[in-house]
Protein backbone atom coordinates (compact mmCIF):
# COMPACT_ATOMS: atom_id res chain seq x y z
CA UNK A 1 0.00 0.00 0.00
CA UNK A 2 0.92 3.45 -0.85
CA UNK A 3 2.40 5.25 1.92
CA UNK A 4 1.65 9.33 1.50
CA UNK A 5 3.52 12.04 3.79
CA UNK A 6 2.50 15.49 3.52
CA UNK A 7 4.11 18.80 4.98
CA UNK A 8 3.67 22.35 4.85
CA UNK A 9 0.79 22.99 6.99
CA UNK A 10 0.34 25.72 9.90
CA UNK A 11 -0.70 29.14 11.03
CA UNK A 12 -1.56 31.72 8.18
CA UNK A 13 -2.97 35.24 8.39
CA UNK A 14 -6.06 36.13 5.70
CA UNK A 15 -3.99 37.08 2.38
CA UNK A 16 -0.87 34.69 3.33
CA UNK A 17 0.42 31.96 1.53
CA UNK A 18 1.73 28.22 2.09
CA UNK A 19 2.97 25.32 0.29
CA UNK A 20 1.64 22.03 0.87
CA UNK A 21 3.86 18.50 -0.07
CA UNK A 22 3.06 15.59 -0.43
CA UNK A 23 5.38 12.70 -1.55
CA UNK A 24 4.34 9.34 -2.21
CA UNK A 25 6.36 5.87 -1.74
CA UNK A 26 5.98 4.82 -5.19
CA UNK A 27 5.95 6.13 -8.76
CA UNK A 28 3.10 8.45 -8.73
CA UNK A 29 2.05 7.15 -12.82
CA UNK A 30 1.08 4.47 -11.11
CA UNK A 31 -2.50 6.22 -10.01
CA UNK A 32 -5.33 7.56 -11.75
CA UNK A 33 -5.09 10.53 -10.21
CA UNK A 34 -3.79 12.41 -6.72
CA UNK A 35 -4.55 15.38 -5.06
CA UNK A 36 -6.22 17.12 -1.91
CA UNK A 37 -9.42 17.19 -0.55
CA UNK A 38 -10.16 19.19 2.52
CA UNK A 39 -11.89 18.05 5.81
CA UNK A 40 -13.15 20.49 8.64
CA UNK A 41 -14.55 19.31 11.68
CA UNK A 42 -18.77 18.56 11.00
CA UNK A 43 -18.99 18.86 7.26
CA UNK A 44 -17.99 16.41 4.63
CA UNK A 45 -14.70 16.25 3.00
CA UNK A 46 -14.50 18.30 0.12
CA UNK A 47 -12.16 18.15 -3.11
CA UNK A 48 -9.91 21.15 -3.07
CA UNK A 49 -7.81 19.83 -6.27
CA UNK A 50 -6.52 16.74 -8.04
CA UNK A 51 -4.54 15.79 -10.75
CA UNK A 52 -4.95 12.92 -13.45
CA UNK A 53 -2.26 10.67 -14.76
CA UNK A 54 -2.21 13.00 -17.74
CA UNK A 55 -1.61 15.92 -15.71
CA UNK A 56 -5.64 17.34 -16.12
CA UNK A 57 -5.85 19.32 -12.85
CA UNK A 58 -9.42 19.79 -11.34
CA UNK A 59 -9.85 22.89 -8.78
CA UNK A 60 -12.74 23.86 -6.41
CA UNK A 61 -14.64 26.47 -7.43
CA UNK A 62 -13.53 28.07 -3.94
CA UNK A 63 -9.77 28.33 -4.77
CA UNK A 64 -9.46 28.39 -8.16
CA UNK A 65 -7.27 31.37 -9.17
CA UNK A 66 -5.96 30.90 -5.91
CA UNK A 67 -4.28 27.78 -5.64
CA UNK A 68 -2.24 25.75 -7.91
CA UNK A 69 -1.32 22.35 -7.83
CA UNK A 70 1.73 20.88 -9.53
CA UNK A 71 3.43 17.67 -9.52
CA UNK A 72 7.54 16.85 -9.69
CA UNK A 73 7.23 12.75 -10.88
CA UNK A 74 11.45 12.63 -10.37
CA UNK A 75 10.22 13.21 -6.65
CA UNK A 76 6.49 11.38 -6.53
CA UNK A 77 5.39 14.15 -5.03
CA UNK A 78 3.13 16.81 -5.75
CA UNK A 79 2.59 20.29 -4.64
CA UNK A 80 0.02 23.01 -3.52
CA UNK A 81 0.50 26.17 -3.81
CA UNK A 82 -2.10 28.75 -1.45
CA UNK A 83 -2.22 32.20 -2.35
CA UNK A 84 -4.54 34.52 -0.95
CA UNK A 85 -5.34 32.08 1.80
CA UNK A 86 -8.54 33.37 3.42
CA UNK A 87 -10.05 32.09 6.84
CA UNK A 88 -12.51 29.59 5.08
CA UNK A 89 -9.34 27.43 3.74
CA UNK A 90 -9.26 26.45 7.19
CA UNK A 91 -9.37 22.99 7.68
CA UNK A 92 -7.24 19.74 8.01
CA UNK A 93 -5.81 19.12 4.33
CA UNK A 94 -5.39 15.21 3.37
CA UNK A 95 -3.07 14.23 0.38
CA UNK A 96 -4.83 11.33 -1.97
CA UNK A 97 -4.14 9.12 -4.59
CA UNK A 98 -7.19 7.24 -6.49
CA UNK A 99 -7.00 4.50 -8.69
CA UNK A 100 -10.19 3.54 -9.98
CA UNK A 101 -12.51 3.90 -7.08
CA UNK A 102 -9.85 3.09 -4.50
CA UNK A 103 -8.60 6.08 -2.36
CA UNK A 104 -5.80 5.99 -0.23
CA UNK A 105 -5.08 8.89 2.05
CA UNK A 106 -2.52 10.17 3.88
CA UNK A 107 -2.30 11.97 7.69
CA UNK A 108 -3.17 15.24 6.94
CA UNK A 109 -1.70 18.40 7.81
CA UNK A 110 -3.33 21.13 9.54
CA UNK A 111 -4.12 25.18 7.87
CA UNK A 112 -5.25 27.60 10.10
CA UNK A 113 -6.04 30.75 8.45
CA UNK A 114 -7.08 33.60 11.30
CA UNK A 115 -5.66 37.02 12.19
Known amino acids: QVRLVESGGGLVQPGGSLTLSCKAS????????MGWYRQVLGKERELVAD???????NYADSVKGRFTLSRDSGQNTIYLQMNDLQPADTGVYLC?????????WGQGTQVTVSS
Open 26 to 33: ENIFNFNA
Open 96 to 104: HTRILRRYT
Open 51 to 57: INVGGKI
